[in-house]
T-cell receptor, first 116, second 114 residues
Framework: DSGVTQTPKHLITATGQRVTLRCSPR?????VYWYQQSLDQGLQFLIQ???????AKGNILERFSAQQFPDLHSELNLSSLELGDSALYFC???????????????FGPGTRLTVL | AQKITQTQPGMFVQEKEAVTLDCTYD???????LFWYKQPSSGEMIFLIY??????QNATEGRYSLNFQKARKSANLVISASQLGDSAMYFC???????????FGAGTRLTVKP
């Protein structure tokens, strides 16, 4: 158990809909990262938040957005869903202090999204 | 451009033997980190080992070691004394700079035979 929690575990929805995925980081971690794992694209970094502020952006679509709240939990919002958005969405967290350190990212169990 | 390359889609190893999973990377950054993660069939991503670009010694964690050859830009994972529970997908990843998202390779599926 990494200490990162994600809800829900599974989500089935229809095209055009909007969903929200939730992540709680490990205790003490300030950075949260979102990744998408799909068969055709592999594992892709979407976005990072550090202590409530957006820190880095990867291959995140404009239809997707995220935020990190004062209690450090994060939500990933996916809207106007398409069949191709079906994937496993991971949240990861790290300590996030900007010093020379491993700053290892620990992953949650993931949310499997199926768009029908 | 592909920054992390794992050339072995699948590997087989006999139980109790050692196996090397290959990873090459491409970056112009001086400061970067290299990571290996294991993904069993249950789907979770498990951190195995880390190597920093400035680390002079190869990283080791139990049965895992990282063969880091900076000039060749390779960071191969060595698993010693393979166990049946090592059967999984293995991903190599790189983080450029600090506090940044990681880029992942396509993964290698390792199967340990009894």
């Amino acid at each position: 158990d990494s200490g990162v929690t994600q809800t829900p575990k599974h989500l089935i929805t229809a095209t055009g809909q909007r969903v929200t995925l939730r992540c709680s980081p490990r205790s003490g971690d300030l950075s949260v990262y979102w990744y998408q794992q799909s068969l055709d694209q592999g594992l892709q970094f979407l976005i990072q938040y550090y202590n409530g502020e957006e820190r880095a952006k990867g291959n995140i679509l404009e239809r997707f957005s995220a935020q990190q709240f004062p209690d450090l939990h994060s939500e990933l919002n996916l809207s106007s869903l398409e069949l191709g958005d079906s994937a496993l969405y991971f949240c990861a967290s790290s300590v996030g202090r900007n010093i020379r350190t491993t700053d290892t990212q620990y992953f949650g169990p993931g949310t499997r999204l199926t768009v029908l | 451009a592909q920054k992390i390359t794992q050339t072995q889609p699948g590997m087989f190893v006999q139980e109790k033997e050692a196996v090397t999973l290959d990873c090459t990377y491409d970056t112009s950054d001086q400061s970067y980190g290299l990571f290996w993660y294991k993904q069993p069939s249950s789907g979770e991503m498990i951190f195995l080992i880390y190597q920093g670009s400035y680390d002079e010694q190869n990283a080791t964690e139990g049965r895992y070691s990282l063969n880091f050859q900076k000039a060749r830009k390779s960071a191969n994972l060595v698993i010693s004394a393979s166990q049946l529970g090592d059967s999984a997908m293995y991903f190599c990843a790189m983080r450029e700079g600090m506090m940044n998202g990681m880029r992942f390779g396509a993964g290698t599926r390792l199967t340990v035979k009894p």
